[in-house]
């Protein structure tokens, strides 16, 4: 039992990171948008009130996906929902980096790397939660 509490643990963590990042870029693209825009190397437009909305749906998705009663299929559907939003953004990231030299940290630097590996840990770690119990239960039912 001890891999499928750390299986679904891993899982909680990755959701969970999920929901607080997207709730930190929600506060930050409302509160400083203009530090936001020169940060990914923008000049500010109604773009930043937007993504800050678009944070906040991917927020409350991790957040429910780390909640005890969440199935793996909700938290695979929650990263297959965030890989969306952020596999394109990661595309538009890299197409800025390429065609108009966009270096700027927001663009190119951890943000690039989050955008592509919270929601692909995210759907490992689910599958992988999802398989453990069938895995788990001969070792469960000699220990009984």
Known sequence: MEGLAAGVGDADQAVAALGCGS???????????????????????????????????LAVMGFRAASPSATARERITVGLGAGMFLWGAAIGHVYQWFANGDHAPGNTGGVLVCDLLFPAVMIILARRSRRLPTAEQPAAAALA
């Open 23 to 57: 709730l930190w870029l929600t506060v930050a693209f409302v509160t400083v948008p203009d530090v936001m825009a020169t940060a990914i190397g923008f000049n500010r437009t109604p773009f930043e009130f937007e993504i800050a909305f678009a944070n906040l749906g």
